[in-house]
């Protein structure tokens, strides 16, 4: 039986109740957002930075509660030779947006660097898709998209990232957008893998049937605006809980 709503009860009174319990339930559906701070420097010394940044990567990391801190090299595509790409994730917008790029730990592990470098562009990138663990290293290829409709490329990047690994291809795919900079609302897509090989695999891949009938649908509906060949390393990942 439902009960009765008290006659004496104004519209008043109830508005404040809904607005009570809205302030009680909305916090239970609420979900944080990964990021990943992309930071593009571009340095003649791609071995003296990629020496530094492993050697201070725990204490920037730690310092500015991040889960993981690594950096990727461009082996095909780099827009400017010398290109690298510091990366910094977060477990949501909060953390990142309450980190301090002038802390104390992070200025004295700057100073340590001995590398003559350019710092290009600084940005953030929400991470629609994660990887379900960060790995040492590996090889990448991203492509960053303009698309006319998000949610419907977004629904086809999830089948054709089913569609791989029901044909063998053992690939990790993440799928970020750009919330800063030139390429704020632009997808960047990263498929990865354990080795150059496996990677290229699946890229043969993109000839048979299966594969071009998955991005059929979006013919017209994104635009490549640039795409490149890494390789990444991890140099920090916070302990899983």
């Known amino acids: 039986m439902e009960a009765e709503m ?13 607005l009570t319990i809205l302030s009680m339930t909305l916090p239970l559906f609420a979900k944080s957002e990964p990021v990943m701070n992309l930071i593009t420097i571009n340095t003649s ?3 003296g930075y990629a020496a530094w940044a492993k050697n201070s990567a725990r204490a920037i990391a730690t310092s500015n509660k991040a889960s993981a801190m690594g950096l990727c090299s ?3 595509g780099a827009e400017q030779m010398g290109d690298h790409y510091l990366w910094t994730f977060f477990d949501s917008q909060a953390t990142a947006w309450s980190t301090d790029s002038q802390n104390p730990v992070m200025r004295q592990e700057v100073a340590k660097m001995k590398v003559q470098r350019t710092i290009k562009e600084w940005d953030n990138w929400r991470i629609l898709r994660a990887a ?8 990448f290829w991203n492509i960053i998209v303009k698309a006319e409709n998000p949610a419907s490329y977004l629904s086809t990047l999830d089948k054709l990232d089913a569609a791989l690994k029901a044909n063998g291809h053992d690939l990790t795919m993440q799928v970020f957008m750009a919330d800063t900079g030139r ?3 632009h997808f960047m897509v990263s498929l990865s893998a354990s080795e150059g090989a496996k990677l290229g695999a699946a890229m043969d891949d993109r000839t048979e049937p299966w594969f071009g009938e998955l991005l059929a649908g979006l013919e017209g509906g994104r635009e ?13 990942a916070a302990p899983q809980n």
């Open 6 to 18: 008290p006659k004496n009860l104004s519209s008043k009174s109830l508005s404040a109740i809904v």
């Open 45 to 47: 010394d791609g071995a």
């Open 74 to 76: 461009p082996m095909a």
């Open 132 to 139: 379900p663990a960060t790995s040492d290293r590996g090889y």
């Open 183 to 185: 390429r704020a609302g």
């Open 224 to 236: 490549y605006v640039h795409g490149f060949a890494m390789q990444c390393e991890t140099f920090y």
